[in-house]
């Protein structure tokens, strides 16, 4: 598998290169479609059966599916990618350029990156005679950078399949710190929440007095920073990305802006903040939407707060024990290469992912792409070698579960 992986070098840098160069944001339904045109094949040549799930229910171009049927008593691994990225069609990113070891390109380390090692690790599994008897599942969104309304029929299918398997294994990239490899077993949900402020309209002379109170602005800014001094716990974040009041202020329809009008002598009627809130359990998410709720209910006088969770989120991949063991395995596959065992990356420095949707039904390990910096702004960069290491790592690892007994 290795010497395979070696002298697949080139013609995997390329395969990279030509999908890199073809846009596709995920909102470009026809450029991510195009990524699938090209990716399938590869699939199809190792003796996979694809399947294209449509998603335009849900405004987005699809999920790529590709499924091998190897043994009946091997395990059955799911492995996760992506299509997409977050450099839409008009986006002046849109090319590869190499220089030595890096490359750069949207895409190119997330997560084209990470389909290219899946591609590389399979061929090197097949040359080897490892992948005739292998049950492997490769389940590829074209919505991860931004999934699709309702989460309940965009991740419908991937949730399906996690419950069939009995590991996931993420490819999305590979996070290096202080030069060496880390191992992913955990990864925080992703939630996003609106508190909004309504308090009376009045001349600003009467403001803190009796009929009048602090004003909407005041509320808002009470709230926030009692989450600031009474919500901080590990492994949790809560951030406030977007803030307005005045006499009015309205969100607009995808939430991401704010209108809003006042003047100076009038006490502001109407506040709006919104916030992602990202938690490494969901008992941990439970616990602390109770606080917020309780400190957004402690009102001042003449103002009413609500806080609101966003229906669709993305849930949070606990480490457990079960994840731990295959962490254990890939420190295995780097004993055996000869290659520095990688420890337990803290699940802060990650964002949330696909896996995380099948975390309640399989184990799991995050970060088998290539390493790459950059990712989701214009100097995109992945480092070139690790892809190989990456695919060799991958393609032993994969051969070892699937010939493990269910």
């Known amino acids: 598998m290795v010497a395979t992986v070696d002298a697949e070098r080139d013609r995997t840098v390329s395969l990279l290169e030509r999908w890199v160069d073809q846009n596709s944001g995920t909102m470009n339904r026809a450029g991510v479609s195009a990524v699938r045109d090209m990716v399938e094949p590869e699939f199809r040549q190792l003796g996979f059966k694809t399947e294209w799930i449509d998603m335009s229910g849900a405004d987005r171009a699809g999920h790529l599916v590709a499924r091998h049927t ?50 590389a690790a399979l061929r090197a599994m097949q040359a080897a005679g490892t992948l005739k008897q292998a049950n492997v599942t490769v389940f590829m969104t074209g919505d991860e950078e931004d999934a699709g309304s309702p989460l309940a029929v965009s991740r419908r299918d991937l949730i399906a399949e996690g419950r069939k398997a009995d590991a996931a294994i993420d490819f999305e990239d590979l996070t290096v710190l202080d030069g060496g490899d ?5 990864r925080r949900s992703a939630g996003s929440w609106t508190v909004t402020v309504s308090g009376h309209s009045a001349h600003s002379a009467g403001w803190g007095g009796a ?7 005041y509320e808002l800014a009470r709230i926030l920073d009692e989450f600031r001094r009474k919500l901080p716990e590990d492994k949790l974040t809560y951030n406030v990305g ?29 506040a709006i903040a919104r916030g992602d809130l990202r938690a490494i359990s969901q008992e941990q998410i439970d616990r602390v939407r109770a606080k917020m709720r309780a400190i957004v209910a402690q009102s001042l006088p003449g103002t009413k707060a609500e806080i609101s969770f966003d ?27 000869g290659l520095a065992e990688m420890g337990e990356l803290d699940a802060s420095k990650r964002g ?41 790592r991958a393609a032993i690892l994969m051969s070892r579960l699937a010939s493990q007994r269910r």
């Open 352 to 392: 949330a992912g696909d896996i995380s949707f099948v975390a309640a039904d399989v184990p799991g390990l995050v970060g088998l792409g290539p390493a790459s910096w950059g990712s989701h702004t214009a100097s995109e960069t992945v480092d070139v070698p690790s892809i190989a290491k990456q695919a060799k």
């Open 70 to 119: 190897g043994s009946r008593r091997g395990k059955r691994l799911l492995l996760i990618a992506h299509l997409d990225t977050v450099f839409e069609a008009d986006s002046p990113f849109q090319r590869w350029t190499r220089d030595g070891d890096r490359a750069h390109g949207p895409g190119a380390g997330d997560d084209k990156g990470g389909i290219v090692v899946i591609v």
């Open 242 to 270: 977007l803030m307005g009041g005045g006499q009015t202020a309205a969100l607009n329809a995808e939430k991401i802006r704010i209108e809003a009008t006042g003047k100076t002598n009038i006490v502001a009627t109407t």
């Open 182 to 186: 880390m191992g992913s077993i955990a």
């Open 211 to 217: 009929g009048v109170g602090y004003g909407a602005n």
């Open 311 to 337: 229906e669709d989120s993305y849930p949070p991949m606990p480490p457990t024990d079960a994840n731990r063991a295959l962490l254990a395995a890939l420190n295995g596959v780097n004993r055996d290469m």
